[in-house]
């Protein structure tokens, strides 16, 4: 006997049907138990699970209930099934139950299947089949289960993954030149999901295609004002930059939609980790419940583990971390509060920060929590003072390094390595305060390593192989400096650390840079900031193409005046344009001006990048005949002397600091006032 096939949908209400069409499945503890069986993915749920998620407080006989139940539907789902047969889909294994669904029987498994394969076609394919995956949907996911812990964590990866497929569709469809087309649906998805930043990007591009460049700008004021007031965030790097080409009339805009963003296709493996964690996500709902104090642990941990996953994942790390810390000070607990602050030991490479404001803030929170905090909590203070130390990076405040060394004693006397190397961290942080700092950094390094090899604290080793591939490569010694990059390469690879690569990326075009091939650098450059556009470090971005290609010009011996003809005052110099504002007056014919400039120039900020900005400051004076800053600059240069000025920061170089003291020296014997 041929038995019927029995197809289930959970996208809306949960359903059965047969060949004969909707079968009954009785009352809604029956509709239950159906729906556990298919958040578990044919796997077994023993009937004591069953049990504490159909029920707050469980009656007597309610293993009984279950197994009724249980019986009721396995009649509904097989009413042809012979007496005494042994079911072939709601089977009884172990200690409980599972439905043996096959893999296309369930609306919701579908659906993803559908979604993933989309990735891989072309677009007219690809809209069609994404197109039939979103007709699947007939409400929310386990509709009439929306407030059951056990359906929490299916119906939100569900939801987001619906999501997605609607972008990618509209994707798909400007992919095809059906710009217009593409408009009601993303208005209509942002009405319900207004912090869909995608949708407000695809919205634009989609209008301005239209030929309505006057609504798509709208739409972009509208995002901004949307996020910036219901979620107290700014718009991220790709909305801005789509104003700025729009505004522009880039002639890019008008082709690709890009491709369909789907990203890879679902391996196996993909599936598996994302069956694993929706089901771990369930299940912490379920236990840990309303439980704030719990929650805010736990979301601090997901928060750190999201800012090393690349540039999306750092931004909105750095994105909901404020609000994790404010959340933990309204409880009023101190010691929660330093676990929560404490808990985000993210390793950090650029001692400038990406978001002075927020630093600040945190910095407060930190401090408050300190003196709060009992004596004798050592490691919680450990973590508050790193953290202080990470933050106040680059700001010249004797605090910064006040902390760092409180932290790094605490952590030594605790002889806890995972402290230890959270320290080191802040204590590298604050170790660009003067020129020539290199052999310090190298030795914090050095320690990183040995600490985070031995204790199996992977993204610390490679910090620690960063930070010597910059202290390597200010003191000339690339070949070593090679050797951590080939190392901090391998471990990014091994644990999925894509930022790693945006380093040694820049490292490569230092390296071009440094042997004199200035071409080769400067196409390396080049490709090294489309590298880093994007990847949720403005900290780093911002200038730093630009600076490296000024340090290029002079590093192969040019002076100011023909360095300046390569300045674009327009370019985005970021918080370098002080240093570029004299080479731009200068190259202009404005000496006067450029001379006012120089001597306005403060002392270069406490990060990496200190001996280039001096550098450049001795380039321009030396022009000019500016003894009083030549003077200055080879102050500051003099604690470098052997070094290459700029190489410490891993990612540019404006050539030997030797040869900079010489030039100043010679320079300032002959300067002579001019213009």
């Given at each position: 006997m041929a038995w019927e096939?029995?197809?289930?949908?959970?996208?809306?209400?949960?359903?059965?049907e047969g060949d004969g069409g909707a079968l009954a499945l009785k009352g809604p503890r029956h509709r239950a138990v159906l729906a556990r069986l298919i958040v578990a993915r044919r796997r077994v749920v023993p009937v004591a699970r069953l049990v504490e998620d159909l029920w707050d407080e469980p009656p007597a006989g309610a293993v009984g209930a279950v197994q009724t139940f249980v019986g009721a539907l396995r009649r509904a789902l097989e009413p042809d099934r012979p007496p005494r047969a042994r079911s072939r889909l709601l089977v009884t294994e172990g200690p409980g139950y599972a439905l043996r669904a096959a893999p296309d029987a369930v609306d919701a498994w579908r659906f993803e299947t559908a979604v993933g394969a989309a990735a891989t076609l072309p677009p007219a394919a690809a809209l069609r089949r994404l197109g039939d995956a979103l007709e699947l949907w007939r409400g929310p996911a386990y509709a009439e289960f929306e407030g059951e812990a056990w359906t929490r964590g299916e119906r939100t990866r569900l939801a987001e993954l619906r999501l997605r497929a609607v972008e990618r569709r509209a994707e798909a469809l400007l992919a095809l030149g059906r710009a217009a087309e593409a408009v009601p649906d993303l208005d209509a998805h942002l009405t319900d999901h207004p912090w869909r930043e995608d949708a407000w990007r695809l919205l634009a591009l989609a209008l301005y295609r239209s030929g309505r460049q006057g609504d798509a700008l709208a739409v972009l004021r509208r995002a901004r004002t949307t996020l910036v007031d219901q979620l107290g965030l700014d718009p991220g790097p790709r909305l801005r930059r789509l104003q700025a080409d729009i505004l522009a009339q880039d002639p890019g805009l008008e082709s690709g939609p890009g491709p369909v963003d789907a990203g890879p296709g679902p391996t196996e493996a993909a599936a598996v980790a994302a069956r694993v964690w929706s089901e771990a996500a369930a299940d912490y709902d379920r236990t840990v419940g309303g439980a704030a104090r719990a929650r805010l642990e736990a979301t601090v941990g997901l928060i750190r583990n999201l800012a090393v996953t690349g540039g999306g994942g750092l931004e909105a790390a750095r994105q909901h971390r404020p609000a994790a810390i404010a959340a933990a000070e309204e409880c009023g607990d101190p010691e929660l509060t330093a676990r929560v602050i404490g808990a985000y030991d993210v390793p950090a490479i650029w001692p400038r920060g990406d978001d002075p404001e927020l630093a600040e803030r945190i910095v407060g929170a930190a401090e408050r929590t300190l003196a709060a905090l009992p004596p004798e909590r050592g490691a919680a203070r450990c973590r508050l003072l790193a953290t202080i130390a990470l933050e106040m990076r680059g700001t010249r405040s004797p605090r910064g390094p006040e902390a760092a060394r409180e932290a790094e004693e605490i952590a030594r006397?605790?002889?806890?390595?995972?402290?230890?190397?959270?320290a080191l961290n802040g204590a590298f942080m604050q170790s660009?305060?003067?020129?020539?700092?290199?052999?310090?950094?190298?030795?914090?390094?050095?320690?990183?390593?040995?600490?985070?090899?031995?204790?199996?604290?992977?993204?610390?080793?490679v910090l620690g192989h960063l930070v010597r591939l910059q202290a390597r490569g200010a003191l000339g010694d690339f070949p070593a400096a090679d050797g951590h990059a080939a190392a901090a390469d391998r471990l990014a690879a091994r644990h999925e650390l894509p930022l790693v690569g945006v380093f040694t990326e820049w490292y490569g075009a230092l390296r071009l840079a440094a042997a004199g091939r200035a071409a080769r650098a400067e196409a390396a450059y080049r490709a090294a900031a489309g590298r880093l556009e994007g990847a949720g470090m403005p900290g780093v971005e911002r200038g730093l193409l630009p600076l490296a290609l000024l340090c290029l010009r002079l590093s192969r011996g040019e002076s100011a005046r023909e360095a300046a003809r390569g300045v674009d005052p327009g370019a985005e110099w970021g918080?370098?344009?002080?240093?570029?504002?004299?080479?731009?007056?200068?190259?202009?014919?404005?000496?006067?001006?450029?001379?006012?400039?120089l001597r306005a120039l403060p002392e270069p900020p406490a990060d990496l990048l200190y001996e280039a900005l001096c550098c450049l400051e001795a380039a321009v004076?030396?022009?000019?005949?500016?003894?009083?800053?030549?003077?200055?600059?080879?102050?500051?240069l003099l604690p470098a002397a052997g070094q290459l000025a700029g190489a410490g920061s891993g990612l540019l170089t404006a050539g030997p600091v030797d040869g900079w003291l010489a030039a100043i020296a010679a320079a300032s014997g002959a300067a002579r006032p001019t213009g």
């Open positions: 096939r029995v197809a289930f949908g959970v996208l809306g209400p949960v359903v059965a006397r605790l002889d806890d390595p995972a402290l230890l190397v959270f660009c305060t003067r020129a020539g700092l290199a052999p310090r950094r190298d030795a914090i390094g050095a320690e990183l390593i040995a600490v985070a090899a031995r204790h199996g604290l992977v993204t610390y080793e918080p370098y344009s002080p240093w570029a504002e004299p080479f731009a007056l200068l190259g202009g014919g404005d000496a006067a001006g450029a001379r006012a400039a004076a030396r022009d000019l005949g500016d003894r009083d800053v030549l003077e200055r600059a080879h102050a500051r």
